[in-house]
């Protein structure tokens, strides 16, 4: 049983494996159940942002407006203690990503420059660090993604299959470090 929760105000731009057919969208389809999320629709972005692959194939959309492409992703309203089991996943406490905001409009909604306005709305996205993002575009050859596909997803490497022995952060900076294949 799905429960309508109408504290879900907080919309959040989801672009790699918390969508819908990616490993880590079980949280969501967890916080929907408890009524903590709700799917608003596919969306994408109004402005161009580098979405890049770091270790393990790990979605990363990087904070440089302007470089790029309009990311395709999914929009979930959720409560606060939704976002609070978002922002454990996305480790934000421990400087992996950040949240902060984005500018979104309908997929499909084209380059209708005059009727844009009219279509887009403010969420959040987790963004790479700004410690390492420039590195991380770098390291990507400067060049993005317009969507994490299936195809992207080969080779993604589930948290629990990594190597414990080091934190994810620096997992990013031997990925950073290393010369791109």
Request: with cysteine.
């Amino acid at each position: 049983m799905v429960v309508e929760n109408n504290n879900c105000g907080n919309l959040i731009f989801t672009y790699g494996t918390r969508k819908r057919g990616f490993s880590n969208h079980v949280l969501l389809q967890d916080l929907m159940r408890t009524g903590d999320a709700v799917f608003k629709g596919t969306y994408e972005s109004v402005e161009k942002h580098p979405l890049v692959c770091g270790p393990y194939r790990v979605p990363f959309l990087l904070n440089m407006p302007g470089l790029g492409h309009r990311v395709s992703g999914e929009l979930y309203a959720v409560s606060a203690r939704g976002l609070a089991r978002l922002d454990e996943l996305e480790g934000t406490s421990l400087g992996h990503y950040e949240r902060l905001p984005i500018q979104l409009m309908p997929a499909g909604n084209g380059n209708k420059e005059n009727e844009e306005a009219s279509w887009t709305c403010a969420a959040e996205a987790y963004y790479a660090h700004k410690n390492y993002d420039k590195e991380m575009w770098n390291r990507n050859g400067r060049k993005g993604l317009w969507i994490y596909s299936e195809k992207e997803a080969k080779g993604y490497v589930k948290r629990k299959d990594r190597p414990q022995n080091l934190s994810f952060l620096d997992h990013i900076r031997i990925f950073i470090s290393s010369h791109s294949d």
